[in-house]
């Protein structure tokens, strides 16, 4: 049987991405510390770190604070939430940047918004009752 597991994304300031995601309603679910290849890695995620539960993989290397480009095959996650309206203004009151406000999708009636975390990775944000 095959199963989604995670996403890994490179990030330069892990403290702030943790913040970012907890607006979203993840938590921290595992943390791996490996000081001879001076990274860390924290998979973070809505779940009970339990197979079928797919996580975002945060990789901290060790004093890179830039260098990063973010790919240009990379499109964004996708985030379902209650009210997408209230995530936005949750993330744009913890500091976070909004691209593109709550309302229905082009020429349909799903609501949805863009926002992005510290790192300029997208999140899409889908409203799911």
């Known amino acids: 049987m095959s199963f989604y597991l995670h996403t890994m994304v ?17 938590r921290e679910l595992r943390r ?20 079928g539960h797919a996580e975002i993989e945060l990789t901290y290397n060790w004093g890179v604070d830039d260098g990063y480009d973010v790919g240009t095959g990379f499109g964004h996650f996708a985030v379902a939430v209650p009210d997408v309206a209230a995530a936005v203004e949750k993330v744009r009151q913890g500091g976070g940047k909004v691209t593109r406000e709550a309302g229905p999708v082009k020429f349909g009636t799903t609501v949805i918004a863009f926002v992005e975390d510290p790192d300029g990775y997208k999140i899409e944000l889908i409203e799911r009752s």
């Open 10 to 26: 490179r990030v330069r300031n892990l403290d702030a991405s943790l913040a970012f995601y907890e607006l979203l309603g993840m």
């Open 32 to 51: 791996r510390e490996v000081p001879d290849g001076k990274y860390t890695l924290v998979f973070i995620g809505y779940g009970t770190n339990a197979e």
